[in-house]
């Protein structure tokens, strides 16, 4: 599989009749090459990603994976990869946090999983190990944009689906996360050390219904009213979708968001929404 992808964005910003970013530019192309093959047991898949952001060099992102069926049961995986981003335009450009001197950060990432399978139930974990250099993020010594000099990322994800009635699934997640900034000795913003998320469904001819909890543990941030890094206490939210068939591409849904009203910051400062209550109706046209 190959393909190719461009963009272009344009900011402008204007406070009280002055132009603080006018009509600020930039452009990315990017062209991708994947490839698999299916020996049997073995499964091997390998990509290459080229991008050419203006004003740099163009960058080669690498992929490598490997997958082996010790059983019908059981399989291992890994998987390498290296990746790149540069800094977006109000990373560069914002007047006040901007800074016009960043690089593009990289990184590279190594993980190993295991998944277990049986009639009825399916599990997996994944042990992941990445590290960065240049990580863009934000300095409240400066009060600016930086790049970080090195960063590390590593954990283990684990996931179980279970079958438990005739139309009734249950589904479960559990991410644990450990960062270090070496720059400034502390874990990176925005990263919680643990997150859970639950998921219930029922499915049938009359209608489809799932149930989902997600909780986000704890997690520094930075806190803009005092400008210096504090704590985001943990959250956790409950959303409900329904879905009715009227005929066979007609379906009504309803869809049930932040359930229990809870207070919460994903960003702190920044509450998120309430309790939201969607209900529409939706087409699906022939495959």
Do not use: C
């Not at 968001?257 to 939201?276: C, I, M, Q």
Request: glycine share 6%; aromatic share 14%.
């Amino acid at each position: 599989m190959a393909g190719i992808y461009y963009s272009l964005q344009t900011i402008d910003n204007r406070s009280d009749g002055e132009w603080l970013l006018n009509e600020a530019k930039t452009n990315v192309f990017s062209h991708f090459l994947s490839v698999s093959a299916d020996l049997n047991r073995f499964l091997l898949s390998a990509s290459m990603r080229l991008d050419k952001y203006q004003d740099l060099k163009t960058v080669a992102s690498p992929q490598l994976g490997v997958s082996l069926n010790l059983s019908p049961n059981l399989k291992i995986r890994t998987s390498y990869a290296k990746s790149f981003r540069a800094p977006t335009l109000p990373e560069l450009l914002n007047p006040y946090w901007g800074n016009s001197l960043l690089v593009p950060e990289t990184g590279k990432s190594l993980e190993f999983g295991i998944d277990f399978y049986l009639r009825e139930l399916a599990m997996g974990i994944t042990f992941f190990d990445s590290a960065y250099l240049n990580l863009i993020g934000y300095s409240p010594i400066t009060w600016k944009f930086v790049n970080i000099n090195e960063a590390r990322s590593k954990g283990i994800e684990i996931s179980v689906k279970k079958i438990l009635l005739k139309h009734w699934q249950w589904g479960a997640a559990y991410t644990y996360l450990k960062t270090r900034d070496m720059q400034y000795g502390r874990e990176l913003l925005r990263r919680p050390r643990h997150t859970f998320s639950g998921q219930l469904t029922y499915q049938s001819a009359k209608f489809d219904f799932s149930a989902e909890m997600v909780y986000v543990g704890k997690r520094l941030d930075y806190n803009e009213l005092v400008w210096s890094v504090a704590e985001n206490p943990a959250f956790n939210t409950f959303g409900f979708v329904f879905n009715f068939p009227i005929t066979d591409r007609i379906a009504w849904f309803l869809n049930i968001s932040n359930a229990l009203n809870r207070h919460f910051e994903e960003v702190l400062g920044y509450p998120a929404p309430l309790r939201r209550i969607l209900v529409g109706i939706k087409y699906q046209g022939k495959n």
